[in-house]
């Protein structure tokens, strides 16, 4: 069973940094492409970054580029989401997906982000 | 295009068939066949539904169909049961390094 576990969330000031981690597990991690998607408050979903599994460089949304970093740990079967600079704007619900074949498959739960003073 | 247009609710009585639209544009789901739907229960992991258009993934109930017509994907749910009642959200392929998919504005499925 695939299982996609976030965590890292929580409430943040302005300007603050937060670290978002995903675990995954029951699939073979290293051979997929991950993304991150958020949905804020009342809002629809939606992207924010991807990462391959080689070293092709991560793609972001013009909304986080230069702010946000996504990165992973085939070892440890992790996806990262680096956080900086955050803004009131940023507050959402984040979660880690998996990617088959141009479609997202699998979700986790999701993570709430708050930014606030 | 930030995001698909979905209806903000559609109810029906047990039984019924509902269809509920997502509309993009030609950039987006009129330009791939990776329209995907999601069912999802508040607090709980998106589930898939349908991928590429119309195709189920193993388990998923043959009552859920998809369908799509130029830059509008649709999903149908026949006989409409009350464990059907959540949020449904379509997602599409977008191609774009700054837009890998963009996904819909969600529909809450309510069954009266």
């Known amino acids: 069973e695939v299982k996609l576990v976030e965590s890292g969330g929580g409430l943040v000031q302005p300007g603050g940094s937060l670290r978002l981690s995903c675990a995954a597990s029951?699939?073979?991690?290293?051979?997929?492409?991950m993304h991150w998607v958020r949905q804020a408050p009342g809002e629809g979903l939606v992207w924010v970054s991807r990462?391959?599994?080689?070293?092709?460089?991560?793609n972001y949304a013009d909304s986080v580029r230069g702010r946000f970093t996504i990165s992973r740990d085939n070892a440890k079967n992790m996806v990262y989401l680096q956080m900086n600079n955050l803004r009131v704007e940023d507050t959402a619900v984040y979660y880690c997906?998996?990617?088959?074949?141009?479609?997202?498959?699998?979700w986790g739960q999701g993570i709430l982000v708050t930014v606030s003073s | 295009q930030s995001a698909l247009t979905q209806p903000a609710s559609v109810s029906g009585s047990p039984g019924q068939s509902i269809t509920i639209s997502c509309t993009g544009t030609s950039s987006d789901v009129g330009a791939y066949d990776y329209v995907s739907w999601y069912q999802h229960h508040p607090g709980e992991a998106p589930k898939l539904i349908i991928y590429d258009v119309s195709n189920r993934p193993s388990g998923v109930s043959d009552r859920f169909s998809g369908s799509k017509s130029g830059n509008t994907a649709s999903l149908t749910i026949s006989g409409l049961q009350p464990e059907d009642e959540g949020d449904y959200f379509c997602s599409s392929y977008a191609g774009s390094t700054t837009l890998i998919f963009v996904l819909g504005t969600a529909t809450r499925v309510s069954v009266l």
């Open positions: 997906a998996n990617d088959v074949a141009y479609r997202i498959d699998s």
């Open positions: 029951g699939f073979s991690f290293s051979n997929y492409v």
């Open positions: 990462i391959p599994t080689d070293t092709n460089p991560p």
